[in-house]
Structure formats: structure tokens, C-alpha cells
């Protein structure tokens, strides 16, 4: 049983539309002094639930498995705390591309070229396992405190080794900047979404943005069914890395390459794979150089307030648009504005509690690398592959389930020819 007692929590370091993360400390004696980051999601809607259940489920799968990526954070812990959940994870080095973009600008084709191989090899293994990403943007990618990536943020994320069926589309997965046209069309999900937000982030590495953002953000989206980009540089780029563009950014999804066919493109000719997935090659930057990295730099305020801090396990989630909200109480002390999970409202909406409490059934959960060989007997606790089943018990009856009409990556791609 894990509780918020089993971390000390340091620093704030991000925050999302249902989330907030910090970084924090073990106090627990299994891995005393451990640092990870720990993401709390408070369930304000229905479309929070299912993201909340949708990552941790996903990270389960990824996390258990021997082989796992060192390129995707790792799941340690989950718990909730006020009928919350609570995610503990991998910790970075609390800086992400975009910050890196925002403090160097458009970075050197072989300097992006490192980093898209990484990132790369992450999709390759999370496709293995029949997971699609669908979020690839640079705050997604973390730079951990080697300059190596990592790949967060699942809540958008696809799982069609246990699903059923492909999502309704009830809740738009992903950024619209990044997404690809058949996401954003509601046609179709398959891993060949990952290739063009991949592509897309390439491009906002050398060049920036592949358009301009619509006034209206749900314009976004229309935007993104055409499936429509310009790179500024485009012309002054070598054939190989615009024949690499014009691949990946195909709208026509069937024709687009997958993630193995990608490293394959004589854009890569001269990668050495096994090196990149052992993390052998130099990353251009190392977070500790970057000023960004600094906290009165990166914050417009302090990271480490103790309001800030204990809101890490209140019961509301704390208001930060770029700076905290405070109010001042009339004994003259400040309190954080903070936001409260309205269950009577979500029960309107068809999300009773009593659903809510079901779909967190057996969500606690610790990694295995914490738990010896005699509790792992005494709790008779399956192998690896079995450990990263659906948390509800559904796992089994879907996995025979594979929906092959709706699986568009099994139909063999149209790849022009190379240059």
C-alpha cells in the first residue's frame, strides 16, 4: 500500500488542464531517496476519468515489460489520494524541446536529426506493443538529466493490444498543430498518426511551426483535417530530409510510411540504430547548461512555495495560469485558488460515483523491480506480460478481440521511391 506520506515533495514543476506534477522524494524504506516525478490528475470531467485510467494503464503495459524502452518514463506507483488519482513516474530533468526551442531557437539539422532518432526508436517500441502515442510534441518530450529523451504524457494515448474496438472519438486525442488529418477527421487511428506528429516535430525543430495557429482554437482542428504545412526552409534543405517531409507528411494515411520504414529513408542513411537505442550517441545539449533549466528563469514565480507544495495532496487542484492564483484570508494569510471535483455534477452527466470508484478498481499499484522474490510468491503475482493487464480484469476476453478491419497498419503502405 502506498501513501503520500512515502514522498516528499520538492518542487513544483508543471501543470496540465486536469493535472498537476512535481518532483518528489522516496521516504519509503524499498527505495529511500529515490527521486521521481509525481503527476496528480483530479477528476473534473468525464473526459478526465478516462485519460487518468487511459495512462495508467498504457504506462502499466510499458513499464512491466523486461524489455521496456529507455526512451518512455516508467510507471512506479499509483495510488489516489481524495478519490484522485496519483501517478509516479520517471523523473526528468524538469526541461522538455519546447523548452529548449524557446531558449536556442530552430536547432541544427544534425542536432534535431539526434533527437528525432531517439524519439524514433521510443515509437518503434511503443508500436511493437500495439500502443499509438497520438500527443508527439516537444513538451511531451523531456530531456532527462543525461540529454537522452523521454517520452511522456500517455493520457491521449491508444492501447490496442487490450481494446476492443477503436475509440468513439468522444474526447479529440491529441494537439490539433500536431495531429494528423484522419485523427482529426475522426476516421482513423493508427500508428501512422505518430509518423506525422513526429514529422511535424522535425519541422518545428528546423524551421518552426508547420502553420499558423487559427485565431479560435476548435479552427485548429479544421485546420488539421486538411492536413495542410509549409516549412519555411523546405527549399534549402537537402532531398533527402524533404523527401523525409514529403513521406511522413502524407495525408493520405495508408500511404505513409511506418515508424520501421521511416529508418530506413536515406535521411538516416548514416544512422547507426544500435547505438541510438543504447544511448551510445552525444546529445547536443545537457539540461544543466541551459538556462532555461533555472528556476527563476523557467518560473514566473516560486516553484518550491509550500502552499504550492502541500496542494500536492490536497484535496483541489491548485489554479496556475502561468503564475499561482492566490486569495487573502481574513486572518491576512494567502491560500491558493483551487478547484474541487463536483461529483454531483458528473453524476448529471452520467458519471456517478459509484462508476467512478468501479473504473479504479485495483489501481494501486508498485512496480515489481520493488517487490522480492517472497511477496511476489506470497501475493502470487504473474509474469511480467501478465502484470501489465487491464487494471478492470477486462484484459483477457480482449485480447482475441482484434479488430483487423479497423487496423489500417495492416494494409502494406505506398512509399514513393527514395531519392
Known amino acids: 500500500m502506498v501513501e503520500p506520506k512515502d514522498f516528499e515533495i520538492t518542487k513544483f514543476i508543471g501543470n496540465g488542464c486536469y ?7 522516496s521516504t519509503n524504506e ?10 496528480r490528475i483530479f477528476i473534473l470531467n468525464a473526459s478526465a476519468l478516462i485519460r487518468a485510467i487511459q495512462e495508467q494503464r498504457t504506462l502499466i503495459h510499458i513499464s512491466m515489460e ?10 512506479y506507483y499509483s495510488f489516489r489520494v481524495h478519490r484522485s488519482p496519483v501517478l509516479v513516474m520517471t523523473k526528468g530533468s524538469g526541461v522538455d524541446l519546447c523548452d529548449l526551442l524557446f531558449e536556442y531557437g530552430c536547432l541544427e539539422i544534425s542536432e534535431a536529426q539526434f533527437y528525432i532518432c531517439e524519439v524514433i526508436c521510443g515509437l518503434e517500441y511503443l508500436h511493437s506493443k500495439e500502443i499509438i502515442h497520438l500527443d508527439i510534441k516537444p513538451e511531451n518530450i523531456l530531456l532527462a538529466d543525461t540529454g537522452h529523451i523521454l517520452i511522456t504524457d500517455f493520457d491521449s494515448s491508444y492501447d490496442r493490444y487490450r481494446r476492443l474496438r477503436v475509440p468513439l472519438f468522444k474526447d479529440d486525442p491529441g494537439t490539433p498543430l500536431y495531429m494528423a ?28 511551426p508547420i502553420r499558423e495557429l487559427a485565431p479560435i482554437y476548435t479552427d485548429d482542428y479544421k485546420l488539421a ?11 534549402s534543405l537537402e532531398p533527402s530530409l524533404q ?33 541510438v537505442a543504447a544511448r551510445k550517441m552525444q546529445p547536443p545539449y545537457q539540461p544543466s547548461d541551459l538556462e532555461i533549466s ?12 509550500p502552499l504550492i507544495l502541500q496542494s500536492a495532496f490536497g484535496e483541489g487542484m491548485p489554479v496556475i495560469w502561468r503564475t499561482p492564483q492566490y486569495i487573502l484570508r481574513k486572518d491576512r494569510k494567502r491560500s491558493l485558488v483551487t478547484l474541487f471535483s463536483n461529483y454531483e455534477r458528473l453524476d448529471e452527466t452520467g458519471v456517478p460515483l459509484r462508476k467512478i470508484e468501479k473504473c479504479f478498481t485495483n489501481f494501486d499499484f508498485i512496480h515489481a523491480d520493488f517487490v522480492d522474490a517472497e511477496i511476489k510468491s506470497w501475493l502470487n503475482i504473474s509474469p511480467p506480460a501478465a502484470q501489465s493487464a487491464d487494471a478492470s480484469g477486462t484484459a ?22 527514395d531519392p
Not at 483535417?225 to 527549399?235: L, Q, S, Y
Open 66 to 75: 523486461p524489455d521496456r524502452s529507455p526512451f518512455l518514463t516508467t510507471l
Open 19 to 25: 493535472s498537476t506534477i512535481y518532483d518528489a522524494v
Open 181 to 208: 488529418p484522419e485523427v482529426a477527421k475522426k476516421v482513423a487511428i493508427s500508428s501512422k498518426a505518430d509518423v506525422w506528429s513526429m514529422a511535424v516535430l522535425m519541422a518545428a525543430m528546423i524551421s518552426g
Open 225 to 235: 483535417e486538411k492536413g495542410e504545412w509549409c516549412i519555411k526552409v523546405f527549399d
Open 396 to 417: 483477457k476476453r480482449e485480447l482475441e478481440e482484434a479488430e483487423t478491419s479497423s487496423r489500417p497498419d495492416n494494409k502494406r503502405p505506398r512509399v514513393p521511391t
Open 30 to 39: 524499498r527505495d529511500r531517496g529515490a527521486k521521481y516525478a509525481l503527476k
Open 243 to 275: 523527401f523525409f517531409f514529403c513521406c511522413c507528411l502524407q495525408v493520405n494515411f495508408e500511404v505513409r510510411p511506418s515508424i520501421e520504414e521511416v529508418k530506413d529513408l536515406s535521411f538516416f542513411s548514416d544512422i547507426k540504430w544500435d547505438e
Open 294 to 305: 533555472k528556476d527563476k528563469v523557467k518560473f514566473k514565480f516560486n516553484p518550491r512555495d
